[in-house]
Each structure stands twice: as C-alpha cells, then as structure tokens.
Nanobody, 114 residues
C-alpha cells in the first residue's frame, strides 16, 4: 500500500518560515517525480514545486526564490522549505508522487497570518 504522509504545517506570521515533510511508504520516492501542490478554500489545486526522479527542480513563479524543494533518499522523504511566507500562501499543501501511477497525500494546513 502506497502512502504519502505530510507534516510540518501550522500557523506562522507573515515573513516567517516553515518546512514541510512528505514521507513516502510503499514506493521508492526517488524513482518518482515528487511535487507539492496547494489548495486554498474555494480555489483550484495549484502546482507549487517539483523534484524529478533525476533531481531536477522547478517552481511556480509565485514561490520561486522563496521555496525550496529537496529530498532525502535514505529517508524516502521530500521537503518543502518555505521562507518569506505571505498571507496568500495560506492553503492545504499536498504531496504528489507521479510515474506510471499517481499518488496523493492527505495534506497539511499552512496558515500565514498575524
């Protein structure tokens, strides 16, 4: 059974930082394109960042320069380091694994508010 479990969300003030983690089980995450998406209430699910199986990264324009995606192969874990957070970054952040099959985590809430 494949599971993606996110953690690290919470409440943070504007300008603050958070690091999200996505622990994969049932797959070797380094063989997958791993990504983070986010969904705010009443809005569509948006792409945030991706790290490919080859280690290449790409980012949505609205987070580029502020967010960093990385992975720890030994821990089968993908991270999203988020800096300079803004209120518009408030959303549920979901982990994605894609290759021949696609898997999603349940998400972790990030709230940026003073």
């Amino acid at each position: 059974q494949v599971r993606l479990v996110e953690s690290g969300g919470g409440l943070v003030q504007p300008g603050g930082s958070l690091t999200l983690s996505c622990v994969a089980s049932g797959i070797i995450s380094s063989l997958y394109n791993m990504a983070w998406y986010r969904q705010a209430p009443g809005k569509q699910r948006d792409f945030v960042a991706q790290i490919s199986s080859g280690g290449f990264t790409k980012y949505a324009a609205v987070v580029k320069g502020r967010f960093t995606i990385s992975r720890d192969v030994a821990k089968n874990t993908v991270y999203l380091q988020m800096n300079s957070l803004k209120s518009e970054d408030t959303a549920v952040y979901l982990c994605y694994a894609g290759a021949s099959s696609v898997y999603w985590g349940q998400g972790t809430q990030v709230t940026v508010s003073s």
